[in-house]
């Protein structure tokens, strides 16, 4: 089957091409490295013909809702007039636990993106899991003080990155299903806990502290929205597993 993959050169995009050609698929991998502007919308008429399915995987660093929107509708707008071009017949989104309850500018983005995929007109999944156990290692030193790195209090249920793109193949070899079944981790546990574990593996000194972000966001962190709910599917690779497994520092 000749599948295509959407930031096929990522953090997620890197496993779901690895997992779709070991299953003997063709991944087609759209991004720039590969001659395609998804924003601008070249190179993908060239690319997409012959392929069955489309899996997104795209992402934009960035906390603006501006720039989210802007950068995921332009995305999602080229991938559904292409696709339906080329004759396309599923497009697979990847998406997050909770985003449609916890305002976040990054969020609104993967909102803008769900609505446009889910009345593109064309046959569509999304996919909504929870962060990867590498989010642990991005926000560390993002808030630190000298020897100290200030955590965000944040109920977290990390899930390897590998299993959420076999689940993603796994969707684009069946038939599209709207929303599938979120994906979490195998166990909750706080994000504080998880940086210090990052910490201590790389050598690095200093308190971690967690504190309460204000606001609406800052409630959504600490409530559990940013968690799988009981009805969720769940991978099998704890955050202490990944970490043990990562190359020495």
Same mark, same amino acid.
């Given at each position: 089957m000749r599948i295509a993959v959407a930031g096929g050169t990522g953090a997620v995009g890197r496993h779901?091409?690895?997992?779709?050609?070991?299953?003997?698929?063709e991944a087609v991998v759209l991004a720039r490295s590969t001659g395609v502007?998804?924003?601008?919308?070249?190179?993908?008429?060239? =690319?997409?013909?012959?392929v069955r399915a489309v899996v997104d995987v795209t992402s934009v660093s960035t906390r603006s809702a501006e720039?989210?929107?802007r950068f995921f509708r332009a995305v999602t707008t080229n991938l559904l007039t292409a696709g339906a071009a080329a004759g396309v017949r599923h497009l697979?989104?990847?998406?997050?636990?909770?985003?449609? $309850?916890a305002p976040f500018g990054y969020y609104a983005g993967k909102v803008a993106q769900e609505r446009l995929v889910a009345n593109g007109?064309?046959?569509?999944?999304?996919? $909504?899991? =929870?962060?990867?156990?590498?989010?642990? =290692?991005?926000?560390?030193?993002?808030?630190?003080f000298g020897p100290l790195t200030l955590i965000p209090t944040m109920r977290s249920q990390p899930v390897a990155a590998r299993e959420v793109a076999q689940?993603?193949?796994d969707l684009a070899e069946g038939e599209p299903v709207g929303r599938a079944t979120d994906l979490g981790g195998p166990r909750e546990e706080m994000?504080?806990?998880?940086? $210090?574990?990052?910490?201590?593996?790389?050598?690095?000194?200093?308190?971690?502290?967690?504190?309460?972000?204000?606001?609406?966001?800052?409630?959504?962190?600490?409530?559990?929205?940013?968690v799988a709910g009981p009805?969720?599917?769940?991978? =099998?690779?704890?955050?202490?597993?990944w970490l043990a497994r990562r190359p020495a520092p």
């Open positions: 779901v091409v690895d997992v779709l050609r070991e299953r003997g698929h502007d998804l924003v601008a919308g070249t190179g993908l008429a060239a =690319t997409l013909g012959g720039v989210a929107e697979l989104v990847l998406s997050i636990v909770g985003i449609d $309850r007109g064309q046959p569509w999944t999304i996919l $909504r899991a =929870t962060q990867f156990h590498e989010f642990a =290692t991005q926000i560390y030193g993002q808030l630190r689940r993603l193949v994000m504080a806990d998880l940086v $210090r574990a990052y910490a201590r593996s790389v050598g690095a000194r200093g308190p971690v502290i967690q504190f309460p972000l204000p606001g609406a966001f800052g409630r959504a962190m600490r409530d559990g929205t940013l009805a969720a599917e769940h991978g =099998t690779q704890t955050f202490a597993e």
